[in-house]
Every structure is written in structure tokens, then in C-alpha cells.
T-cell receptor
Framework: RKEVEQDPGPFNVPEGATVAFNCTYS??????FFWYRQDCRKEPKLLMS???SGNEDGRFTAQLNRASQYISLLIRDSKLSDSATYLC????????????FGKGTRLHILP | ETGVTQTPRHLVMGMTNKKSLKCEQH?????MYWYKQSAKKPLELMFV???????ENNSVPSRFSPECPNSSHLFLHLHTLQPEDSALYLC???????????FGSGTRLTVV
């Protein structure tokens, strides 16, 4: 089983719709979780951390399900500018080399 | 300047060349990183400098050599690279593990 797994997509979603995607992780000792977004030919940028109780930032909601070992990202009222690749990142240790990136999920918002 | 800056943005080099990538962070972070991003692969951690301790990914070939002269600067020295080393090389910094990374804009390297 891969350490961090994401559906590569692409998800093609009409503007204004709600979209959600998950990321599964294999190590139950994982401690912290993040979502990054990466635009085409650009660097990844931190979108939000994922807290145990779930957290919301505007139209974005992140949740953690430790029992099933996945995190999710929900985007409401999607905008054209949300088109990007969304990277799941999992940290399962105290050292920097225990941070694992997923391959990303591509999202296309359609006008 | 603010954030994490990388130079050059693009680099084309022959297999016998020696070149260096430069990264500078203006955020006062404690750790700096080199990542490699190849097509259809997840980001691969290459090197970490954290509180002046280097953590090394054992799978990184010796033709890649990092240097961290101080907490704000990071270099990646390249020599006798192979065409499969062509990729986007990203520098990042972080204050600590819980706060996430700030990435530079990357150097797109092509080895011919």
C-alpha cells in the first residue's frame, strides 16, 4: 500500500459546484496533515493544515478521519481560480524526512 | 525581498558540466529543504538542514551535493548529471514541522 494515496483525477467540475476529494495514508502514527495547491508550472503553496476536529477557511473545509486513515478537502462554490493540483501531505514522525507528499489531485473548474 | 527565492529559474546543462542552484529565505525559518519534482511523481525529499543538522535521503546520488553556509542560504551543487535528473528542483523553508513549508518558485533543470 502506498504511503499517501490520492485520486489523480482530473475532476472536471462546473463553476459554483461543490467538490470534495480524499487522501488516504498508510501509517497510523501520522501526526500532522496538510493540503497544498500547485498551479501549473508553479511551486506548491500551503492551502491549509488539517486539524483533528476539522477546520474551515472560507470556502474550504478540511477534515481528518483517523479511524479510516484519510483526510478530505471540500471546496464550496468553486471558482475558476480553484483550478489546480491539490497535494496531500502527511507527517508521521518527528523528523523532516518523515513528511510524505501525495501525487496530487487535478481539479478543473469549468465555466 | 520576501519569502523564498531561487535562482536560476531555468537551467540547461550538459552531462559534463558543474552548476549550482541557489536558495535564499527571508522568513527567519529554522529549516531549509531541497525537493525534486518529476513528472507524474510525488515530491521527493532530497536534503534537509534543520537547526544546522543535515538529514540526508539515502537514495540521493552523490552527483548532488548540498551546502548550507547559514540559516538563510542553501545551495545544491550539481556535477556529471544524467538526463533522468531533469526535473523541477524546489527549495523550501519552515519554522517547524507543524507550520508547513514555504516553497521557492523552483529551478527547472534540463540535462542534455
Amino acid at each position: 500500500r502506498k504511503e499517501v494515496e490520492q485520486d489523480p483525477g482530473p475532476f472536471n467540475v462546473p463553476e459554483g459546484a461543490t467538490v470534495a476529494f480524499n487522501c488516504t495514508y498508510s501509517n497510523s502514527a501520522s501526526q500532522s496533515f496538510f493540503w497544498y495547491r500547485q498551479d501549473c508550472r508553479k511551486e506548491p503553496k500551503l492551502l491549509m493544515s488539517v486539524y483533528s476536529s476539522g477546520n474551515e477557511d472560507g470556502r474550504f473545509t478540511a477534515q481528518l478521519n483517523r479511524a479510516s486513515q484519510y483526510i478530505s478537502l471540500l471546496i464550496r462554490d468553486s471558482k475558476l481560480s480553484d483550478s489546480a493540483t491539490y497535494l496531500c501531505v502527511v507527517n508521521w514522525g518527528n523528523r523532516d524526512d518523515k513528511i510524505i507528499f501525495g501525487k496530487g489531485t487535478r481539479l478543473h473548474i469549468l465555466p | 525581498e520576501t519569502g523564498v527565492t531561487q535562482t536560476p529559474r531555468h537551467l540547461v546543462m550538459g552531462m559534463t558540466n558543474k552548476k549550482s542552484l541557489k536558495c535564499e529565505q527571508h522568513l527567519g525559518h529554522n529549516a531549509m529543504y531541497w525537493y525534486k519534482q518529476s513528472a507524474k511523481k510525488p515530491l521527493e525529499l532530497m536534503f534537509v538542514y534543520s537547526l544546522e543538522e543535515r538529514v540526508e535521503n539515502n537514495s540521493v546520488p552523490s552527483r548532488f551535493s548540498p551546502e548550507c553556509p547559514n540559516s538563510s542560504h542553501l545551495f545544491l551543487h550539481l556535477h556529471t548529471l544524467q538526463p533522468e535528473d531533469s526535473a523541477l528542483y524546489l527549495c523550501a523553508s519552515s519554522q517547524d514541522l507543524g507550520s508547513g513549508y514555504t516553497f521557492g518558485s523552483g529551478t527547472r533543470l534540463t540535462v542534455v
